[in-house]
């Protein structure tokens, strides 16, 4: 079974940063694609950013590009999601998203089979 821990959440004024993290466990970390969704309240959940084991990765553009950087450490078995000029827009409950079985980036929440407990981010005006 994979398990998702998220972690880094938090209240921050708008223009400031957080960096999220997702440990994984319970299988081969490396060949697996590893996703962010957000869900902001009365939303549906929105992709945000995916990383490939090789490195490659894809962005929300309209949302997020420019300003959230998205990464991995295989070592570690964790994926990272740093934020910064965070704007009251970016407020939502993120998740960590783990799909073992898709090799190519994915940003459709029903590619991905394993998902955190999600971290709430709020941005303050």
């Known amino acids: 079974q994979v398990q998702l821990v998220e972690s880094g959440g938090g209240l921050v004024q708008a223009g400031g940063s957080l960096r999220l993290s997702c440990a994984v466990s319970?299988?081969?970390?490396?060949?697996?694609?590893m996703g962010w969704f957000r869900q902001a309240p009365g939303k549906e959940r929105e992709f945000v950013a995916a990383?490939?084991?090789?490195?490659?990765?894809?962005y929300n553009t309209d949302s997020v590009k420019g300003r959230f950087t998205v990464s991995r450490d295989n070592a570690k078995n964790t994926v990272y999601l740093q934020m910064n000029s965070l704007k009251p827009e970016d407020t939502a409950v993120y998740y960590c998203?783990?799909?073992?079985?898709?090799?190519?980036?994915?940003?459709?929440?029903?590619?991905?089979?394993?998902w955190g407990q999600g971290t709430q981010v709020t941005v303050s005006s």
């Open positions: 998203a783990a799909s073992p079985r898709i090799g190519f980036l994915s940003t459709w929440a029903s590619e991905y089979d394993y």
């Open positions: 319970g299988r081969t970390f490396s060949s697996t694609l």
């Open positions: 990383i490939r084991w090789s490195g490659s990765m894809v």
